[in-house]
């Protein structure tokens, strides 16, 4: 390569990694595909090029440039991580298997190809091969977030619920050590905690400090906008703020699922990809889980959704009962075949916000609603669209705010067969994971007690 092919080569490069930080996949690929016509044996735009047709579900060309550079370099464990990746998606589990054992001969060190091939197990149903994977890894890297969050899947898949439920509070843990590393703070965020904290009446110091820093900041127009806190403000938030200082531990109850549930389950079929169950919980079971809601500080994520505040399995979501709750599903027909792959709760804190319209990574979702009727303003609204169609088999989900405007120009110009499910505390909505599906119109009366919260379990890795 003469300097003029070099100077060309290295400008395309950097455009192509530029435009991949700015989170535009198709523009960087058609950069690392100009700078190959330059550089056509080039190890390192063939493995970067591969990784994002991969990405995009583009699996048969991602293979064909990562069998070069496995070709060129037998040696090269990321090569055999990625194209073992490939190959899972093509479904031909046999040589996966094989180019994940490939790349720990190559680099006996690698956690990222033993964590890897550990999930492939997960997702081919291989309970016990992965959680035999993801302890060997945790034996030499304790406190690694995603061989722990595997551990706990795998574990709950074997219905060992105690190192399930200790996994997640690992989880939990760990992502505590990075919340005291965050050094951001949305008035949204600051507003739920402080509504949380007068409410749980014990935290009187936390509430005074949140007050004087609302007080301080000079904060953005938009209330979900994060801002950077200042260092004398982050000493004296450190020991509290989005830390799961209080937890309500959730107790478990003799009877999880009600009867009519149970039966309901036991018979299930999807109407057209869904399907409606009332009183979900018994009484013991919803007042319990709606207790643990409301009083357990494990609302860590302010920036997914504007308006919203979440909390995950892996942060502090995961209890007790809720696992109950979860094994009692699997023993349904609805659910027996279909490990939990993950799980949430929204809690609307701008009352008239809406969750967009977005699919989810799984086979079969089940959404119920924990705060009780009298908060809705709009008795018959407030509950959940979903879009029947099936959207392409070719769909390729990115993440929520990229999906958005794609996603509602996909249903605007196709018959949807939309059906919109009113919201009723304790009910159950079951459907097709892959559905688009978003919130009804909604207006909640505006406390603390009062919030919408929906609690989503998704069950099946998709095919």
């Known amino acids: ?70 070709s060129k370099a037998p040696d090269h464990a990321l090569a055999h991580i990625n194209r073992a990746g490939v190959l899972r998606a093509l479904g ?40 035999q994977g993801f302890n060997a890894v945790l034996a030499e890297n304790y406190n690694l977030y995603a061989a722990l969050k595997g551990q706990a899947l795998s574990a709950l898949a074997l219905e060992n619920h105690d190192l399930a439920l200790t996994a997640f509070r690992k989880t939990q843990a760990a992502r ?13 965020k600051l507003r739920h905690d402080r509504e949380q904290f007068r409410w749980l009446e014990k935290f009187s110091d936390q509430v005074s400090i949140f007050d004087e820093l609302e007080n301080e900041l000079v904060w953005p127009e938009n209330e979900n906008e994060p801002v950077a806190l200042p260092s004398s403000w982050r000493t004296k938030v450190a020991s509290f703020f989005n830390l799961p200082v209080h937890l309500e531990e959730g107790e478990i109850v003799s009877k999880p699922l009600a009867q009519n549930a149970l039966e309901s389950l036991n018979s299930f079929h999807l109407n057209n990809g869904v399907c409606i169950i009332d009183d979900l919980l018994t009484e013991g079971a919803f007042s319990g889980l709606r207790s643990y809601l409301l009083k357990s500080t494990i609302w860590r994520d302010f920036t997914h959704i504007d308006g919203f505040v979440a909390t995950y399995l892996e942060d502090g979501l995961a209890s007790p009962l809720l696992l109950q709750i979860i094994k009692e599903l699997r023993t349904t027909t609805a659910f027996s ?9 929204f809690k609307g804190v701008t009352n008239n916000k809406r969750i967009g319209l977005h699919a989810d990574d799984a086979r079969l979702s089940i959404n119920f609603w924990i705060t009780p009727d009298t908060a809705n303003l709009k008795p018959g609204r407030g ?52 559905l688009f599906h978003g919130s009804g119109e909604v207006e909640f009366m505006d406390n603390f007690e009062s919030h919408r919260i929906n609690l989503t379990l998704l069950f099946g890795f998709p095919q």
């Open 92 to 131: 031909d589990k046999e040589q996966a298997l094989a180019a994940y054992d490939k790349a720990i001969n190559c680099d006996p060190c690698s956690v990222e190809a033993k964590c890897e091939r550990s999930e492939a197990f997960l997702h081919w149903g291989f309970y016990e091969e992965a959680l």
């Open 383 to 434: 509950g959940l669209i979903i879009h029947r169609k099936s959207p392409p088999s070719s769909w390729s989900m990115d993440d929520y705010n990229k999906d958005q405007v794609p996603i509602e120009e996909w249903v605007a110009e196709n018959d949807t067969d939309p059906i919109e499910v009113p919201y009723q505390a304790n009910r159950a909505v079951i459907f097709d994971s892959r």
């Open 176 to 188: 505590t050590l990075i919340a005291k590393n965050e050094i951001k703070i949305s008035r949204l």
């Open 1 to 70: 390569m003469d300097d003029y092919q070099e100077n060309v080569f290295e400008k395309l490069s950097r455009l192509a990694m530029d435009s991949h930080r700015n989170g535009d996949t198709k523009e960087s690929i058609n950069w690392w595909r100009k700078a190959l016509e330059e550089s056509p044996h080039h190890l390192g735009v063939q493995l970067n090029l591969g990784a994002l047709l991969a990405q995009i579900g583009e699996f048969s060309e991602a293979l064909a440039l990562f069998d070069k550079v496995v």
């Open 337 to 345: 075949n279909l490990p939990l792959v993950q799980g949430w709760a």
